[in-house]
């Protein structure tokens, strides 16, 4: 299967990558910021299947035909797209800035829309999107101080799962979005210092997955909470 990761250089997205190139048979191709991590992913892949694409989804809008252009150079055709990278300040909603702000509702919900708009005509029949949003957007969940405008965004990012997948559903195409709780990752250390999570990343990377792989024969346009706590 060919597979894209976003957000693959920490925390879930490296977990998720590193999981699904463990089968040779799946090539992955995983985004991010840092370059160094990105290559150390790479390099460690046991069947040499993970490439990887250095990118700042907060400048998509830019750029989108060049990044559909990159992922042509390394897949003509796509199976799985595991929308993951995220944005989040946690701070009080006055004394976020706007630049914070709108990094977030660009990263978490503008570039997950965009990334699908634009990789739509590479996606296999078949295929399954999944986008990671988290409790904080996931409707009657208990909510928390300091992640207004970052639960927002990813409360966007799960309505817009369940819309997509009546419009893609012709297509053969199937959205599904995972609402996480917390996971101990390095995003939740720099938002929550001293908190610990009762899951890690690598267990719930496994998860993702094998949701990616198997979710879309069960279900389709569905917001799942993936939580043991609250966040």
Do not use: W
Not at 64 to 91: H, M, P, R, T, W
Not at 120 to 134: E, F, Q, R
Not at 155 to 180: P, Q, R, T, Y
């Amino acid at each position: 299967m060919n597979i894209i990761v976003t957000g693959g250089s920490r925390g879930i997205g490296k977990q998720i990558a590193l999981y699904l190139a463990s089968d040779k048979n799946n090539n992955v191709l995983i985004t991010g910021r840092d370059q160094i991590s990105l290559f150390k992913i790479y390099d460690s892949s046991e069947h040499k299947n993970i490439k990887y694409m250095v990118y700042d989804f907060s400048k998509l809008y830019e750029h989108a035909e060049i990044f559909k252009n990159q992922v042509k150079l390394v897949f003509n055709s796509i199976d799985i797209l595991i929308n993951n990278a995220g944005s989040l300040y946690s701070k009080k909603f006055a004394d976020t800035s706007e630049k914070e702000a709108r990094e977030m509702m660009e990263v978490n919900f503008f570039a997950p829309a965009l990334i699908i708009r634009t990789l739509l005509d590479l996606m296999n029949k078949g295929a399954h999107v999944v986008n990671i949003s988290s409790m904080g957007g996931f409707q009657g969940s208990v909510k928390f101080p300091g992640l207004s405008f970052y639960s927002a965004s990813k409360a966007a990012l799960a309505c817009m799962s369940e819309c997509l997948a009546d419009e893609l559903k012709e297509m053969g195409i199937s959205v599904n979005c995972l609402a996480l709780g917390s996971v101990q990752t390095e995003m939740l250390e720099d938002a929550f210092p001293g908190y610990k999570a009762p899951v890690t990343a690598s267990e719930m990377g496994k998860f993702i997955g094998d949701f990616a792989l198997n979710g879309n024969r069960f279900h389709n346009g569905k917001v799942i909470p993936v939580s043991l706590t609250t966040p």
